[in-house]
């Protein structure tokens, strides 16, 4: 049984991520200009400290949604969690939430394409492999916008994302469906991605072939310690590996 189909996580695999450190210095000007109010009516703290309940508001967040596979819709998030309390009406959330959740992905999370991406995309393409994203992600917009700025959005036949689905990886749905979409078979197929939690047990609950694992940034905060069951098919240092690895195991086949 020949691998075709390749499934990819976003952050942390097709782009090197990490956080910020330097939004509480601009985030007031930020929110000005999303909300269109002045940023003392919003709250009393200034730049750095709000910055700062933001990230522990979100953090509450992450917990939920890591302990539940659940994906809130952005506007919940924001009104229910991150700006929670504040003086700032539901009708201006939901006008806005989209802007703000860009915002969060793209300003909080620095993101870049990770070396040898568009190579790699190339290479499977040339071999007539079947490719498609997962993303876990707060944002509509954030993954096909990246994907426009690196050149490579073409490569994909079908992107799911977390936030239009409602539920989060490891749940075994978001790979079930993107592959009924594509027309793909479970287990002619590999996933690739930088986390053990989300991405590998997903690829596991979902029945791939297999799983890929690139570390990033965020694996370690991620996974932690796990059983030895829950490891991955492979561990590389470079998406250039990909094309071998699917060489090798259709040689074997």
């Known amino acids: 049984m020949q691998i075709d189909t390749?499934?990819?996580?976003?952050?942390?695999?097709?782009?090197?991520?990490s956080?910020?450190?330097?939004?509480?210095s601009m985030i007031e000007k930020r929110f000005e200009n999303i909300l269109k109010v002045p940023f003392s009516s919003i709250t009393t703290e200034g730049g750095d400290a709000?910055?700062?309940?933001l990230l522990e508001r979100y953090s509450e967040y992450r917990c939920f949604r890591e302990r539940t596979y659940i994906e809130v819709h952005p506007a919940m998030v924001w009104r229910?969690?991150?700006?929670?309390?504040?003086?700032?009406p539901d009708n201006v959330i939901f006008d806005h939430c989209e802007e703000l959740a860009y915002f969060w992905e793209t300003e909080v999370i620095n993101r870049c394409c990770r070396k040898n991406t568009a190579m790699m995309l190339e290479e499977l393409h040339s071999r007539d492999i079947k490719m498609g994203i997962i993303s876990n992600t707060g944002s509509f917009t954030q993954v096909y916008k990246s994907l426009d700025r690196y050149g490579i959005r073409s490569f994909f036949d079908k992107i799911a994302l977390s936030c239009a689905y409602g539920i989060r990886k490891p749940h075994g749905f978001l790979f079930r469906d993107i592959l009924n979409q594509m027309g793909a078979d479970a287990k002619k197929t590999l996933f690739v991605g930088d986390t053990i939690?989300?991405?590998v047990l997903g690829a596991?609950?979902?029945?791939?072939?297999?799983?890929i694992?690139?570390?990033s940034d965020f694996t370690k905060l991620s996974d932690g310690t796990l059983s030895e069951d829950s490891?991955?098919?492979y561990i590389i240092q470079d998406l250039m590996s990909i094309p071998s690895i699917i060489d090798e195991i259709n040689q074997r086949q």
């Open 6 to 17: 390749v499934l990819f996580d976003m952050g942390g695999t097709l782009e090197e991520i």
């Open 19 to 24: 956080y910020s450190s330097t939004v509480g």
């Open 50 to 53: 709000f910055y700062t309940t």
């Open 80 to 88: 229910d969690w991150i700006l929670k309390g504040l003086s700032i």
């Open 197 to 199: 939690t989300r991405d």
């Open 204 to 211: 596991k609950n979902a029945g791939l072939f297999g799983s």
């Open 213 to 215: 694992q690139i570390q």
């Open 231 to 233: 490891r991955p098919d």
